[in-house]
């Protein structure tokens, strides 16, 4: 009884979340390499389902209380943008070392 409760918030989560992908996010995700390309598409496949999830490890940058990252793997970071609870922005993705300077 739990688990279909569970399924059924998850679907509705999901058909209420929009999530929208700016050029630079695009441009960049062009240009990584395809194995991080795969892993991402499975990280964003966890976001979508709960974008809190731990395995995320998603973090909230410090000066800005609605621009938050999670990991794609042990080097590379997606940044996204909470706009409300139902609309998500992701903002670029890169190598650590690369991507919170972009965003300064």
Not at 10 to 18: D, N, Q
Request: charged share 30%; glycine share 2%.
């Amino acid at each position: 009884m739990w688990t279909a409760r569970l399924d059924e918030y998850t679907l509705l989560y999901e058909s209420i979340m929009k999530i929208s992908y700016t050029d630079e996010f695009c441009h960049e995700f062009k240009r990584l390499p395809n194995k991080v390309q795969t892993m991402f598409r499975k990280q964003e496949d966890l976001f979508k389902k709960d974008n809190r999830d731990p395995r995320l490890h998603t973090k909230k940058l410090s000066g800005d209380p609605t621009t938050f990252s999670f990991r794609i793997t042990s080097s590379y970071r997606a940044l996204f943008y909470l706009q409300t609870d139902s609309k998500i922005i992701f903002l670029t993705i890169g190598h650590r070392k690369d991507v919170y300077r972009k965003n300064n």
